[in-house]
C-alpha cells in the first residue's frame, strides 16, 4: 500500500500532465504499488488537491458500466470518480475542443439524490436508492482519455485518473422521473442528423439505480457518500463517440426533452 507522501505526489503528477493535456502514458511503474487500492488512495488524493483550490464535488460517476463499454475498454467490472463543480454545465451549451487534448462523449442517465447515502443507510439496493431519487435527467459526459492506447489499459491509471471525467453536460428530465423508462427505455445518440450510437437505459449494469448503489456502497468503503443534492453518472449506454469540430450532437432517451451539444 502507498504510504501518503506517494499517494500526493503521484496525484501531483497526474494533475500535471493532465493541465498540460500530455498524451497519456501510464506510470503504474513509477510508483511502489499499483493495486486497485492504490488507484484509490491517489484518486482520493487527487481530489483534495482539487478541494484545497476552491472546488467542491458535485457529483460521482461510475464507468464502465455496460458490457460495451467493458469490451471498449478492456475492462470486467464498474469504476468510480468525482465530478466536480467547475466542470458541470447545464444544456444547451458549446464545447470547446481546443480545451482538450482527445475528449470523448459519453451518453448517461444522472441521477440526482435528496439524502445523503452515509453507510449507516446502507448497504444500499435499487429499491433504497428509488426512495430517495430526486431527479432523472439525460446527461453528456465527457471524457479526457489524452489519446491513451485502448488496447494496453491499466485499471491502475484508469482509477487514479479519477475514471478520466473531464465535465458533464445535464439535461432536463421529465416532472416525475418514475415516468422513465429506466431498464428498457430506448437512447440514442444522433451527431450531425445521423445515428451514431444506441442502446437502452438498463446497460448500465442492468438499471441505472443498481449503478447508483453500486457506487454509493463502493463510496462507503472508501469512508465518504454521496451527498444530498449531488448526482451520479450511471454510465454509458452508447460506446464512447469522438467528436470533431463542427458536430451538433443529439442523445434522445424515451420520455425525456433531446439533449444537445454543439462542438467548436
Known sequence: MLDKAEREEAAKMFLKELDALRNHR??????????LSDGYAIQ?????????????????????????????????HPLAGAVFDKNVHKALTRVDLSQHLHMGVECEIAVFVNKDLTVESGPHTRESISEVVETCSPAFELIEDRNADYSNLDTFDLVAENAWNAGVVIGIGPSDWQTIDLENGSTKLEA??????????????????????????????RGTYVKAGQFVMTGSSVVTYFPNAGDHLVFFVDECEPLAVECI
Not at 501510464?26 to 493495486?35: E, L
Not at 445521423?194 to 443498481?210: I, Q
Open 44 to 76: 482520493s488524493a487527487f481530489h483534495d488537491i482539487l478541494i484545497a483550490r476552491g472546488h467542491r464535488i458535485s457529483g460521482w460517476k461510475v464507468a464502465l458500466t455496460s458490457a460495451a463499454m467493458q469490451e471498449f475498454c478492456g475492462v470486467t
Open 26 to 35: 501510464s506510470f503504474a511503474s513509477s510508483v511502489s504499488s499499483s493495486t
Open 192 to 221: 450531425n442528423g445521423e445515428l451514431v450510437g444506441e442502446g437502452k437505459t438498463g446497460d448500465a449494469l442492468g438499471h441505472p439505480l443498481d449503478a447508483v448503489a453500486w457506487l454509493a456502497n463502493h463510496l462507503n468503503e
